[in-house]
């Protein structure tokens, strides 16, 4: 008899254990890269070969940041990534020579749910001139990832 009273209410047990009050938080969210007035660069942009120039934006997330990257590449082709409405005057289709090619990736210091990015790029001299893409991702400590694609020009 007591064998049959355990199998019936131990099963109850473990759901009622399973079903407690105590919930662990789960971040779906994904997090925003934002654009603000002290921004740079964006959509149609020009940036000077030979110079330095300081990326700026604000990355925010819900529950923490992880890390964010810098992709610049040629669009001598016209393709597009690009996630902004306004469109920019494009130069004429032309094979790359010696296009700027610039991939990084930067943490973010732990335990920030907010972060004012800066970061200094250097743009060589001996570079094709033209039309290139700005690809700025966000990564929160989760996973979730947000991308802007903007167009820019280098001269």
Same mark, same amino acid.
């Given at each position: 008899m007591k064998k049959q009273i355990f199998y019936y209410l131990f099963p109850m047990f473990l759901l009622w254990a399973g079903c407690s009050d105590h919930h662990e938080m789960i971040d779906t969210e994904y997090p925003e890269i934002l654009l603000h007035q002290d921004a740079f660069p964006i959509q149609c942009s020009t940036i000077n070969k030979g110079e330095t120039f300081t990326f700026r934006a604000f990355f925010h997330d819900n529950v923490q940041l992880g890390s964010y990257s810098l992709d610049i590449h040629h669009?001598?082709?016209?393709?597009?990534?690009?996630?902004?409405? %306004?469109?920019?005057?494009?130069?004429? /289709?032309? #094979? $790359? @020579?010696?296009?700027?090619?610039?991939?990084?990736?930067?943490?973010?210091?732990?335990?920030?749910? %907010?972060?004012?990015?800066?970061?200094? /790029?250097? #743009? $060589? @001299?001996?570079?094709?001139?033209?039309?290139?893409?700005?690809m700025i991702r966000v990564t929160d400590k989760e996973g979730w990832q947000t991308m802007i694609g903007l167009s820019i020009k280098i001269e």
């Open positions: 669009n001598f082709d016209h393709h597009t990534h690009s996630t902004e409405v %306004e469109e920019c005057d494009l130069d004429r /289709i032309k #094979v $790359p @020579e010696k296009p700027f090619l610039f991939i990084r990736n930067y943490p973010i210091p732990e335990g920030l749910r %907010e972060y004012p990015a800066s970061t200094e /790029i250097e #743009v $060589p @001299e001996d570079i094709d001139s033209g039309d290139y893409h700005l």
